[in-house]
């Protein structure tokens, strides 16, 4: 495992790209910054982090003719990687919130965002990036439900420890894609998964409000929400969010 530190960048999971288009770049390597001035999020969105006081990280992940039809399982291996090594950490409640985000009893703690470089119909290889509040214990007043490990658990966190204990986490978890255990992924994760199987009301990308529960998550990694009348719809990132908590 090749760890790389960087003081200041603009995005962990920028640089590692452009590293690996110049040059053979081993799989599990990672970039590590102690500030991101252009952090992202899923769809644009901006990952903020206080100065040295969270972990900001993105780590090259090459499987061995990954499919892309099946390019969610990554995702889940990786949320699961995160989840299971925060529980050596703190005791309070966590669970995924679809599609990546870690919550410690509703609020979110980490961020994940993978990007797939393709190579015909297989990803050649990901850039997974991390972003996870470690220490940081006052945010940006327009973000809501956020906490950290530190605001948690009253603990000054080591960032060295906590990122080897997670990147081996997530091996563990990866090796499950290397083996084709895909259904065990599943199974994994939706039992981790937030709200699911419990009614709760949810609001589209459209406006509308509605009572519904979440039964799965397809192939592509969308959610299946079953609607009050027994039917199901199919839902992508970003066409689906709680309409409270």
């Known amino acids: 495992m090749n760890i790389i530190k960087l003081n200041a960048i603009d995005s962990t999971n920028s640089y590692l ?3 690996a288009q110049k040059s053979a770049v081993e799989t599990f390597t990672v970039i590590v910054a102690n500030h991101q001035n252009l952090g992202r999020g899923q769809l644009g969105t ?10 900001t990280f993105s780590v090259l992940i090459n499987l061995c003719n990954f499919k892309i039809q099946d390019q969610f399982y990554l995702s889940m ?4 990687g995160l989840i299971s090594a ?3 950490f703190i005791s309070v409640s966590l669970k995924i919130k679809w599609p990546n985000d870690i919550l410690a009893e509703k609020d979110k703690i980490a961020g994940i965002l993978i990007e797939n470089i393709l190579r015909g119909a297989s990803i050649n290889y990901s ?3 991390i972003g996870l509040n470690v220490n940081q214990e006052i945010f940006p007043s327009d973000i809501e439900n956020v906490s950290s490990l530190k605001s948690i658990s009253g603990v000054v966190f080591n960032k060295d420890e906590l990122l080897l204990e997670i990147l081996n986490s997530i091996k563990k978890y990866v090796r499950f894609i290397e083996n084709g255990a895909f259904e065990d992924l599943k199974k994994m994760y939706l039992a981790e998964l937030y709200k699911i199987n419990i009614p709760t009301m949810f609001e589209d990308n459209k406006g509308v409000i509605f009572l519904g529960k979440i039964i799965t998550v397809d ?15 199919k839902f992508d990132l970003k066409e689906i969010k709680f309409a409270s908590r």
């Open 219 to 233: 192939v592509n990694g969308r959610l299946v929400v079953e609607l009050e009348n027994e039917t199901t719809r």
């Open 77 to 80: 291996a990786v949320s699961l």
């Open 127 to 129: 850039i997974v990036g």
């Open 86 to 88: 925060l529980r050596r």
């Open 17 to 19: 790209k452009e590293l």
């Open 46 to 55: 901006t990952w903020v982090s206080d100065d040295g006081k969270n972990l």
